[in-house]
């Protein structure tokens, strides 16, 4: 330890002092102490015997476990040790917490661990709590189900439950029609205060189309009101996050989204400022005001004020103004500015035509309209043809090179192309790009209709949702007579949003409106016939189900527990999940999978022994895309993960604990991921590992497990 004295005159004349202190005695002892160890582990719990002298010293080595509660020794033993001048020694105490001991007959228990060295003359000790974990741990298996018209359902509980206690539980969750999740989903952007053109345009555009769409069908408002009245940690206002905690393997809190679930519950209780017609006015109107104060002369907007018009802003302004009209069929209050807008629009297009055309000249083929351009033609598709009269034959250009590139668009570029194609005298070939699109789809009886290809892009936070989206909406206005694709294609969406929070304020909008566009009887199809649920054909009451949504969760208890039955009556799409929890010997457990999968490696060199470098990889293999994964990874008592630190690494967040590894993704998309960690192995004996699991915390009932492994260290 070092120690400074700094000492002065009252000339300022100054002296620095500095010396050493050394805390130490003649034998000195430092226990290397596991985190943790299991029942069912037998291990080496070794300590460093320093001698700081400088001759030879022997002395006795001490372990003793004691009870906290009593401070009475359960086990003790001594050895001898000899160590060397001014070296360090080692002193290893053999742990067995197998069956038979006397430990494992103690259980599950937090001990003192003592070790001590005594000898002629000296004396040093340590002392550590050792938590002893149990060698069994809580198994949730789970089965989720979608009914998408009337019928019986029949699941064999028998295969959820790996054993047969009277404590075993089985928890049941019904949603008699999830539909109603859409309207959940619905954004409300209450802040105006904001001076950028892009919010401003997403609150007039999510507020008035969410406005628009609630007051499609008067049931909404009355479903609304009574979400208020509910009570309860499963109420139809409260994030999926903070429900169903007791099938979760992480609670909430020791999670990174509690602010994500917080924002959640607030999003749907301001679903009523939807009815606010006070308050909705003043908002549209504050965001009109400062559109229009950002427009410049010219017709561009602005991103702020004092800036200068930008093609780029202007035309994220002019679609969210565009498609509003054109989704609720009504001129907004902005129709002035919007004819400004597309006279600058129409000079940008008119030098990006000049622009193609001289490259045609200086001999360039097969050119086609950027980015921008496509999506001014989208826009241009929405409205009327008045709006770009002027600047006929620049947007006729575009459409005709476009109309050339076919293999070069993706399914959302074919699904605008049609719209723009249908709209400018090609109606047969935006009949072929919308063939194309279905041509691509996928379909099964649960997730319905979708894109399972490359051409499908991901977005930034989305995932397909707005290429599903323009697919339906081309299809709604092109060719709305192909109900039975665009209802499968609904399905899909409905079914994502079983696993997603959809917290992005346009695409939810929009996804919600190309759910309920001509469909809000779907929100009344099973209102007054409830499924009939069942086990072993005892009748379970449904009457306390959650309006609208008919949502009713039940839990029960027992040891032979075989069937569960569904009887649905109702047409539309139903859904939920069943879980057997019960109590299992940690390696007996097996691996399981419900729409998640997972496998662990331990990938090491040769043979385990102290200090070898063990890398842990799991392999995570998702058949849709989820929000909110965690993973545990119970690791073994003889493993120290090298990093210490949480934090985010490699797309998730990373959280070391002392008996298991967390790690957090916001979002996993369809397909295989892998997560690796490395670990020093840093005692011998024989140690098990627990399991490994993975589960969507947003809809729990989508988890996997793997086994847990057995290590022999030398």
């Known amino acids: 330890m070092a120690l400074y004295g700094l000492a002065t005159d009252k000339d300022m004349n100054n002296v620095l002092v500095e010396n050493e202190a050394v805390a130490s005695k003649k034998m000195m002892v430092q226990p290397n102490m596991p985190r943790f160890m299991r029942l069912g582990d037998k291990g080496w719990i070794t300590a460093r015997v320093i001698n700081t002298t400088e001759t030879a010293l022997k002395g006795t080595a001490l372990i003793e476990i004691v009870d906290p509660e009593t401070e009475k020794v359960f086990y003790s033993e001594t050895k001898n040790c000899t160590v060397d001048a001014g070296q360090t020694g080692n002193v290893s105490f053999l742990l067995n917490l197998q069956e038979g001991t006397k430990f494992y007959a103690a259980g599950v228990k937090v001990w003192v661990c003592r070790i001590s060295v005594t000898g002629k003359g000296f004396s040093d000790g340590e002392q550590h709590y050792l938590p002893l974990l149990s060698d069994s741990e809580l198994v949730t298996n789970s089965r989720t189900f979608t009914q998408h018209r009337a019928g019986t359902l029949n699941i064999d509980l028998r295969k959820l439950f790996a054993v047969q206690r009277p404590d075993n539980r089985l928890v049941i969750e019904y949603t008699n029609n999830p ?392 047409p539309g799409t139903s859904w939920g999940s069943v879980y057997a929890q019960f109590t299992q010997r940690t390696t007996d457990i097996t691996d399981a999978s419900m729409g998640l999968s997972v496998k662990r490696e331990l990938i090491y060199d040769d043979e385990l022994k102290v200090g070898s470098k063990v890398k842990v990889r799991i392999t995570i293999t998702a058949d849709r895309d989820y929000d909110f994964v965690q993973v545990v990874d119970k690791r073994a008592a003889c493993m120290e993960p090298i990093d210490q630190i949480s934090g985010y690494m490699r797309g998730y967040y990373y959280s070391p604990r002392d008996n298991a590894t967390y790690y957090y993704t916001d979002m996993m998309r369809k397909g295989t991921h892998v997560i690796e960690a490395t670990y020093y192995i840093d005692r011998p004996g024989t140690f098990t590992t627990g399991t490994c699991t993975v589960q969507c915390a947003y809809s729990p009932a989508y988890m996997a497990r793997t086994k847990s492994q057995t290590l022999m260290i030398k």
Not at 415 to 433: R, S
């Open 179 to 570: 539909a109603w999740m859409m309207v959940q989903a619905l954004p409300y952007m209450s802040d105006v205060n904001v001076d950028d053109a892009i919010s401003l345009a997403t609150s007039y555009y999510v507020n008035s189309l969410g406005n628009y769409l609630l007051n499609q069908a008067p049931v909404i408002k009355t479903t609304i009101e009574q979400w208020k009245q509910e009570k309860g940690t499963n109420s139809s206002m409260v994030s999926e996050l903070q429900k169903n905690e007791d099938v979760k393997q992480l609670v909430l809190k020791d999670t990174p989204w509690v602010q994500a679930a917080d924002n959640e519950t607030a999003q749907r209780r301001e679903l009523t400022q939807f009815f606010d017609e006070n308050g909705i006015k003043y908002r549209l109107n504050e965001a009109t005001n400062k559109l229009r104060a950002l427009q410049k002369s010219n017709g561009s907007w602005a991103w702020y004020p004092k800036m200068i018009g930008n093609k780029y802003v202007t035309l994220s302004v002019l679609e969210m103004l565009t498609r509003l009209q054109t989704l609720t069929g009504v001129r907004t209050d902005m129709d002035r500015n919007l004819v400004k807008a597309f006279a600058y629009m129409g000079n940008e297009v008119a030098l990006e035509v000049a622009r193609m055309k001289k490259r045609e000249k200086e001999g360039e083929s097969n050119l086609r309209p950027s980015e921008w351009a496509v999506n001014y033609l989208y826009v241009c598709s929405l409205v009327d043809k008045s709006y770009y009269e002027d600047y006929k034959a620049e947007h006729a250009y575009l459409v005709d090179h476009l109309a050339k590139q076919p293999l070069a668009l993706t399914i959302y570029g074919k699904a605008i192309t049609a719209a723009i194609l249908a709209t400018n005298g090609y109606e047969q070939m935006a009949k072929e790009y919308l063939q194309s699109i279905r041509e691509y789809s996928v379909f099964t009886e649960e997730m319905g209709r979708y894109y399972d290809t490359r051409k499908a892009y991901y977005s930034w936070f989305d995932y397909k949702i707005p290429t599903q989206v323009a697919a339906i909406e081309a299809l709604q206005n092109l060719e709305p007579s192909d109900s039975t694709t665009i209802d499968q294609m609904k399905r899909w969406l409905l079914q994502q949003k079983r696993t997603q929070i959809w917290d992005t304020p346009i695409n939810s909008v929009n996804a919600v409106y190309a759910f309920l566009k001509g469909n809000t009887q779907v929100l009344q199809a099973a209102a007054d016939s409830p499924a009939k649920l069942s086990v072993d054909g005892k009748r379970i009451e449904t009457t306390n189900a959650s309006c609208g949504l008919g949502y009713v969760k039940t839990t029960m208890t027992g040891a032979n527990l075989n069937t569960f039955t569904v009887n649905k009556t109702a």
